[in-house]
């Protein structure tokens, strides 16, 4: 339980996209660790994908059940796929019976193919289906280009089977909840939800070790309702976010919800002093410069939200 406690008390300080592969050995970026009882997850690096990471810069899970394994995110390649399941296997000879995937991103469903053909089955919202579909040969492409020989054998596949609002899945004992809790980080984000357990495995709804990536078409303030009226009233003891080691529920929203809302009120005043565009890029985010990928998203983040709030 000390290892439990130390990395839900874990603060952003200790992320770093200078620190580098944490398991050699492997193409995994880490090793997985048992976050809770049966839920493991191997935390990939905040950076951006590169080559060092071949990609793994996501959270891969997986829960143990008494009669099979559901794995969370299929991963960003076949070889990050096989690697997750030789994990696997080394933990439990329970087989693997289903992948959620997340979101429409290639990190989530570019390991599809290796799954697929080990004929398990791969559920997504249909949203993030129908993004993937339409994304996953530039995905594909760039994930050629910066993992190079760690790209080898991924094929683009889709998921197998889709769902809309939930999907609640009894295996083994466990009550597993597939949500779509509602707008968010990107279409279709889903959250797989233990509530025996007090366990959310949430994905890019949350955010904590490093900045979240704020989308073109990304509605914030919807994104901002939907924690405060369908996130918050779970009250998960434990959160594996999209990216960022396993945390708690306080510790997501001071760096998601709050930090959306910083921006969106720094953006306003903006506006209302009749600022442009240009100006927006500058708005003081220092109180999250502390984050991983501060540099490469608020400028950015800013300039997004600007075009959002804009018309309101």
């Known amino acids: 339980m000390r290892a439990l406690a130390l990395l839900l008390i874990a603060s952003p300080a200790l992320a770093s996209e200078d620190i580098p592969d944490q398991y050699p050995q492997s193409v995994l970026y880490a090793k997985p660790v048992e976050v809770i009882p049966h839920v493991f997850t191997a935390t990939g690096a905040t950076a ?8 793994h810069n996501n959270n891969l899970s997986f829960i143990v059940t008494g009669d099979g394994v559901i794995v969370v995110n299929s991963g960003a390649s076949w070889k990050l796929a096989e690697a997750l399941h030789a994990e696997i296997r080394a933990v439990t ?12 991103q290639g990190h989530a469903m570019l390991g599809n193919s290796y799954w697929v053909a080990q004929g398990v089955p791969i559920l997504a919202h249909e949203e993030a289906a129908a993004e993937f579909a339409d994304g996953a040969a530039q995905d594909l492409a760039a994930l050629q280009r910066y993992a190079r020989e760690n790209a080898e054998a991924t094929v683009i596949a889709a998921p197998t089977e889709t769902f809309t609002d939930r999907k609640t899945i009894e ?8 949500l779509h ?64 080691h396993p945390t708690n529920l306080a510790q997501v929203r001071r760096y998601t919800r709050d930090y959306l809302v910083d921006l969106r009120a720094r953006i ?16 003081d985010q220092s109180r999250w410069a502390h984050l991983d990928t501060f540099g490469e998203l608020a400028t950015k983040n800013a300039g997004v939200v600007f075009a959002e709030m804009e018309f309101e």
């Open 171 to 178: 295996m083994g004992g466990v009550s597993i909840e597939v």
């Open 48 to 55: 951006p994908p590169t080559y060092e990471n071949a990609g």
């Open 268 to 283: 306003a005043t903006h506006l209302e002093e009749g600022g442009d565009l240009a100006g927006a890029y500058y708005v």
């Open 93 to 104: 000879d329970q087989p693997v019976k289903l992948v959620i995937v997340e979101n429409g």
């Open 181 to 244: 809790l509602g707008p968010a980080h990107s279409p279709g984000d889903t959250q797989v939800w233990l509530p025996q357990w007090g366990m959310m495995i949430a994905g890019d709804i949350a955010f904590h070790e490093r900045m979240p990536p704020i989308f073109e078409g990304t509605c914030t303030s919807c994104w901002i309702e939907t924690w405060e009226t369908k996130l918050e009233p779970l009250a998960p003891t434990y959160v594996i976010p999209g990216h960022g």
